[in-house]
């Protein structure tokens, strides 16, 4: 089984939003690598700890630490707080048990799609395709996954999922028909979890602040020239399968 673990950047409004796009990231990894996944993030949290003083207990939020005030104990400069997020996105980008998959949505107030479910539902059709192909490490293609969401609308998420289970129309690559996808590689209801104990959740969130930063840098990340940290430091586990076209970020892009 592939544990996916999402997070989102943005909001899902259209109507005086403070965002133009919607992002979602997912790292997944295999069962028979997340213990070693998990022991390593706690060697690498050790590791911050000794070098920035950033504790075990401190929240990594990408977004706080930019912009916002995260009161950590050690009093950690804003500078060190960038090199903390760069260290983050390196340590994930030298493995090899790990797949990154996002989708960014631009928001269209003249399209009817609701936001959050055509995110949503873009992402967990990727991931099952991916886990049909088997183009996840491992390459395990009779392998289910199972969705970890961070804290989100789990009642749409779940009537989301459970539907798509039943129905799930998507175009056609050959023809001018939709076909009926129904999603068969992603097991039980999604799973919420609070990032603040969640490593791993931690390290998506990092993940999918940048990747909305390349669409919609805020003034700290033009300021400091950190709009391609995405691709500048994730490039080896970004999954190059998820979109039939690529994208300068290997994400797919799609307006609702």
């Known amino acids: 089984m592939y544990f996916c673990y999402i997070d989102e950047s943005g909001d899902v409004g259209k109507i005086k939003s403070p965002s133009q796009f919607f992002v979602l990231s997912a790292l997944c990894v295999h069962e028979s690598a997340w213990q070693t996944l998990l022991d390593d993030l706690i060697k690498f949290r050790r590791h911050l700890k000794k070098v920035y003083g950033l504790t075990m207990a401190e929240e990594i939020h990408a977004s706080v630490f930019i912009n916002g ?15 903390i997020l760069r260290e983050c ?23 009817a799609n609701d936001v959050f479910e055509y ?42 999922l459970r539907k798509m289970r039943r129905f799930n129309l998507v175009p056609s690559k050959f023809r001018r028909i939709s076909l009926d996808a129904k999603i068969t590689g992603i097991i039980e209801d999604p799973v919420s979890r609070d990032s603040k104990s969640s ?12 990747a ?35 994208t300068v970020n290997y994400i797919l892009e799609q307006q609702a």
């Open 199 to 210: 490593y791993i959740h931690q390290m998506v969130d990092v993940v999918c602040y940048f």
């Open 69 to 83: 005030n995260p009161n950590l104990k050690a009093g950690i400069s804003k500078n060190h707080k960038i090199l």
């Open 119 to 160: 995110a949503w539902k873009l992402l967990i059709q990727r991931i099952d395709n991916t886990l049909k192909a088997g183009n996840f490490p491992g390459a395990l293609k009779t392998d289910k996954g199972l969705i970890i969401s961070d804290n989100t609308d789990e009642m749409k998420l779940r009537k989301l």
């Open 212 to 246: 909305r930063q390349y669409y919609e840098p805020n003034k700290t990340i033009r300021k400091k020239g950190l709009r391609n940290f995405y691709m500048a430091n994730l490039e080896n586990v970004l999954n190059k399968n998820i979109s039939p076209k690529n």
């Open 89 to 111: 996105l390196r340590f994930l980008n030298a493995r090899s048990d790990i797949s990154i998959v996002t989708v960014r949505i631009e928001k269209n107030p003249g399209y």
